[in-house]
């Protein structure tokens, strides 16, 4: 049985994905890396199986419908054999020290007397044309090279939440929260680092700066522009984060403040995006978002509004608009958003 499965996720990423894979391949034979081909029509499914040749005891190259990002991470959970899960995105690629760190530590854990359903480890942004790099990590938040539980998770502060691309997940408590994430959406990687968490019990933190997420593709997801033509799909998983929120049974009040303030932010993106729109059509569907989430839990929707994020992007008329602009710039240029 492999230590860690990889999954990455490709639609059309003959021109970047080689440079992930490689970077994947340090991991030898511990390591199963699943590239899962997406409905591709460039060349991925060809570099895939190329891989896949070159290298049958690491490599397996799986070929789909097109399903979106989505569909293409649930394949990597359904053909995982590895213990633990990762999704390395296509544009996306690690750091080998770090890498030889993160895979030590999981044999190590898995040699002790108890299961850790989660390990966390730092990300860098990579953003294209940035003098400084931004790394997200966890030190003064998290217990760091032992297990602990959320009654150890110190308050986080807003911007600094548990991303995919710092996760790796015990491949069986995925199967067990019977995580599938929703096919044709954009932005499921927050219901991957999301909806899972109820069921995580032991986690682990390493303080190590493994995955490097690029961003300044003009195409790419978190691009403004893009985000903006697909809020469509940001508010369908919204309104799902809100759901799994409400349907949480984890009574753990650490975990729940920290659920709530990572949907807090999440509403808060949908909202300015509907801001930034600034259309009739764009603000008409901020005021069904709230009513939505009213209408499911009246507790839940209180404290959103009353929240800081929900009190700025609230603020009524014309000029309540430019300040909660202003304030998301401000926000966009601390934290490196694309």
Known sequence: MKLLSIAIPCYNSQDYMESCIESLLVGGEEVEILIVDDGSSDRTAEIADDYARKYPTIVKAIHQENGGHGEAVNAGIRNATGLYFKVVDSDDWVNKEAYVQILKTLYELLRGPQTVDLLISNFVYEKQGATRKKIMQYRKCLPQDRIFGWEEVKHMP?????????????????????????????????????????????????????????????????????????????????????????????????????????????????????????????????????????????????????????????????????????????????????
């Open 158 to 338: 807003k911007g600094k939440y548990l991303l995919m691309h710092s996760m790796i997940y015990r491949t069986k408590l995925l199967h067990e929260c019977n995580l599938e994430l929703p096919k044709h959406t954009f932005y499921v990687d927050n219901l991957f680092a999301f909806e899972p968490l109820p069921y995580v019990k032991n986690l682990y933190y390493l303080d190590v700066n493994f995955y490097r997420y690029f961003i300044g593709r003009d195409d790419q997801s978190v691009n403004e522009k893009v985000m903006i033509k697909r809020i469509d799909q940001q508010i369908r998983v919204n309104k799902l984060m809100v759901d799994a929120y409400i349907n949480c049974k984890n009574t753990n009040k650490q975990l729940k403040a920290y659920m709530f303030s990572y949907l807090d932010i999440i509403t808060t993106i949908s909202s300015i995006m509907l801001i930034r729109a600034n259309t009739e059509e764009s603000l008409q569907k901020k005021k069904e978002l709230l009513e939505y989430i009213r209408t499911e839990n009246k507790q839940v929707y209180r404290k959103l509004r009353h929240s800081l994020f929900g009190r700025v992007m609230n603020l009524p008329g014309r000029g309540g608009r430019k300040m909660s602009v202003a304030a998301y710039k401000i926000s966009q240029k601390f934290y490196g958003f694309n």
